[in-house]
């Protein structure tokens, strides 16, 4: 049985784009991505809302900078197999970072975090999956574009994840997954997705595992 | 489906008094619970060993002040219907508090921290439950005895957890268990549980959990 | 006899926009608010010069972060019948955070704060009065205009403080008072407030504060 | 008219050794002690339940080690013409710093703080009037001894406040005043004062301060 | 015997613009300083990559913050006889600060640390040297051009350094040398200096120490 | 040319026991143990008085937590061959942690901070050597013995480190040396050196730093 960590923000969290309750556990990518592996892994689902890979934001009661909470996590769930990484869209928002290199970079701190954590100590690190964020969308929401800094902000910086994720992903030896392959968001709020495009990541990233973990 | 947070340390993550691998799955406490609870609530397990419930302990890559990371990780798992804090043992080494009056003091405290985390933003708070860690039991194990400042500290201060919790509890309004009427620790090392004595805390937290979620 | 906390940045200080003095005691609007109360109320002045609503700012000696120091200055001060919140200037300064949208976030986030506050602990909590900042004016004062990353910036986000600010007031269901409706900065620097401008504000929040606490 | 800050723990708050309510207004040290000054000064109360020197304790939401929000607090009431230190008491809780030694080397880093914060931008230091804690007395008080490690700790350490504080005092070249030869504690929880005895201490200190202010 | 601390970023560490290995030792400015000073001064070289004035920057192990790290590098090397504070570069980001006056204005905070801090408990400040950084130069490396904003904002702000050094210098009274006018970038990065713009640094620096040290 | 970092407090700064000036750079045992190694490496100081392992003291302006400063100074000195680690003196006051055991516990923690640091980033991490401090010695020094809890306190757990800090060198894998068979405290404060025991460290750590290191 592997054991892998789901470690997100709110699209991992399940959070509505309509401002309603959490998906329902079902459709959570995490457990969609369980369910693809047949009993054969256990996925962990760490999603906060808001969360940034390695930016500060006090705007909540939650530490939402990835990498001041990380360690913590590391050593909840261990031992891992797998740790998958997908953050970076609230790092778009100009008083977090305010672009999609940023985001990128922050990312790659949690891969070095992830890697350092366990070889400080002389434990087997898991590998590591760096998953770049679906596609945001077109809205009209007024405090979500005001959250991302406008439309065009929003879109511009999004399309570059991929990119910047990649190359990271390439140049630290680590497998990648862009969820806009196949994933995009609500138009309500332009980030959110909806229960379909959810479940669509965890099963978008069945075959990618099953490769890693040797399933 | 009810929704519920175990927030512990070592005993509730599994850490094997003889300093093997974690306990199996199938052995921790919060697994025998959601076991019990037959399939009416999930059991969502946040263990991390050495946390303490209020106090610094810089001696980890994790951050083991369990007030600090406790915002975070009822915002990554809500909505919730019963948060189990079962911390304290930590507290009794004498650099992090030392005494269990500072422990069920600390412990409090995450009471407060889940009160105020929900009233915050107006949403509704979770059911709690205290728990007072299980009995220690003699050991020869030098490096538990240097960690807890000697058997004689760890003995008398463990006997008045219960005292120190159940005040607590009563005072505050929330539910109290003592783990000690159902577990003790292995005389390997004194304080952690055997598989055996770490399901018995998960099943004999199935009648009072059932009682307070109505199931 | 009631008690008001007025938690505010320079504006409350009393920053003399000429680079001079502290305002006279008599000049500040917290004064002035507790003299047209007429003896039925205190009022406790915590004016900090710099202070952003949830954001860090480090090139001071003083924690500029109004999220971190506020629960200490709530339990210095209670029983607070009245907190009144004036705040958000500063976070228009784009390292800062940069918009009003942001400015009115945080502030937001000081009412979720002293909600939660007394909520942990089962205290009654106070009545809340967020006030969005008074308007700012042209000036020619380079330095400020470095500060707050140029007059256009400076104009267009503080004209949105208002509406920010009062839908914020609407959704937390806490009073709102708009003090650009009395107040207008000095055109010195920009920013800061005559002694006459800085009194109406106190003036100004009179009818609004008696109202509140039924005076 | 001068400036005082009365910077100091639950004492300075005015907390009721009954548990009942705060003191009232008047009855507070720093309200008698600007009564004192007849007019020509204005006294602010800064006064935090279980405030210490320069040690955490995060058992509380309120940030309880003096040292990191005393520079909030100096800048947002400048310019100031003398600081009051009263504090100590919680720093012999065992968990906290556990000796009037350390708590005088606590309060001497207040003195520090206090100087270097104005040297650092060229503006005029306040006098300090260093203040050792009032006497606590016996009780059978269970909860506060467990606080404070029992009543053979308490009374053998806060016996020594006066030694330490006044030798620190005298290094440093601050004023210094011993609470203890004006006030002591309540026999019901055995360190907090009965109004008297908190007046008392503002009494005390009139000659002293007007001395030091030249009234 | 005179000593030396020289406060910087990878520009005083020796970083490699072509991303190799960092300078030789002999190539380093402080090294470059220490022998122009002709065996009357020590020079303690303390250049952090990625190291920003005062502002936070999680996404390396190090603390990149300057301020946070300074009192404890002060107190290391003490007695110090100067300060050399050469940072501001990496302010330039748009997540750190974005902007030269910001970087001045951390940089002035670390003057006001620097006196603050021997003044706090009696010992003698060092002298301070405030030194702009040098001139940025074009570059088609899009990692660097990613990271600092894109050339036009990297050229825009760079011109800037020092005329809002000098000011800042000025009005603390410290002293002032422009780094642009002996050193400018290696266009493989834009930023980082060759072996012989970096030794120059050191070198132009010699006159002016010598007569701040009265050599 | 070898780099070699010494990770200390103030036996490696050279505080002197009789309160007057730091020792001479001739006589720190830094330098000693470079002059010791023939022109084959550089020996950088890093000792701060008052460090601590890993624990935390806020009685001084510089940060003393060993564990929290440890990776900027890595990444300042890097490329480095060898990291010397003597600290845990200070551990031994009660306030700071109190014991040998937790001291040892803590250097642990800065051989792991130091493995983990490289390993993030895939560099190649440099050797370790592991010092337990030197002998402390009878004193009637009042201050010093309040400070560490008095003689008893301070023999019992001095003599322990050895064997502590021997045990967490086996286990990690590091060189270990034990300073206090080759040098012990005046007993004008019964912690501090001479200058002839200081420079005995040094020169004390040549034969084994040479068999590290190859030279």
Redesign the interface.
Known sequence: ?KTILAYGDSLT?GADPGGG??HA?EDRWPTALEKGLDGQA?VIA????GRAT???D??????R?G???L??L???H??LDLVIIMLGTNDLK??????A??AA??A??LV??T???F????ETAPQILLVSPPAVVETTNENML??FGGLDHLFRESREFAR?YRRHAEE?GVAFFDAATVAKADPRDGVHLDPANTRAIGVGLVPLVKQILGL
């Open positions: 049985m969290y309750p959490r556990y256990r760490e999603g906060l809302g390695a930016y500060d006090w705007t909540a009661a939650a530490d900078n990498a001041r909470i360690p913590t590391l050593d909840s261990k031992p100009p008083f977090v970072a305010g672009s290199a940023y970079r922050g790659r701190r070095e975090i890697r350092g954590h070889a400080a100590t002389g005001g959250n910047h630290t």
